[in-house]
């Protein structure tokens, strides 16, 4: 008789799972889609219970055609086990077409990134909190980058935002 072991990391792979299958029947359903049809792009977002800017960001890529399912999490965990070094880190943390968004990222970087899906890159990034990017929407306007990122932490610039979108 072959008894049930759990294996390490059992929770975690559960719930990634179940994630994505919701993620599946979501689409499925066909609840939010694009003109062309398509279903919009969904993403996870793990956020701090306590911050407001987060969901302000959150607001932002929904009204930009993503689909957010929002999870309240301990961040610290989260960013090491997407390789989000301490100096590229930002208040949350987002999963989409198999890439990292970390911090206030714009919708239409996401979009241009999950377009070109880019070799060699873990995802983008806007270190900290800048004042104007989306989610902040400080005003005036402050000029910001945004960074791709790879598993050696290593940047490059992906945009320059001068001006307001």
Not at 59 to 81: C, E, L, S, W
Not at 90 to 101: A, P, R, W, Y
Request: hydrophobic fraction near 40%.
């Amino acid at each position: 008789m072959v008894q049930n072991q759990p294996l390490m990391g059992t929770h975690v792979d559960r719930r990634h799972a179940l994630l994505t299958l919701v993620g599946a029947a979501t689409a499925v359903l066909g609840l939010p889609r694009r003109a062309n049809g398509q279903p919009a792009p969904t993403m996870i977002v793990y956020k701090d219970p306590s911050c407001g800017c987060c969901q302000e960001w959150v607001n932002h890529a929904t009204a930009n055609g993503y689909r957010a399912m929002v999870i309240k999490a301990d961040m610290g965990p989260i960013k090491v086990k997407h390789q989000v070094p301490a100096s590229l880190q930002s208040c949350h943390t987002t999963l989409i077409g198999g890439f990292v968004i970390e911090g206030h990222v714009p919708a239409s970087d996401i979009k241009r990134l999950l377009k070109e899906k880019p070799k060699g890159i873990l995802g983008l990034t806007i270190p900290g909190m800048p004042a104007s990017a989306p989610g902040m929407d400080v005003k005036p306007f402050q000029p910001f980058t945004v960074l791709t990122f790879n598993a050696t932490g290593q940047t490059t610039v992906y945009a320059k935002h001068t001006k307001p979108a």
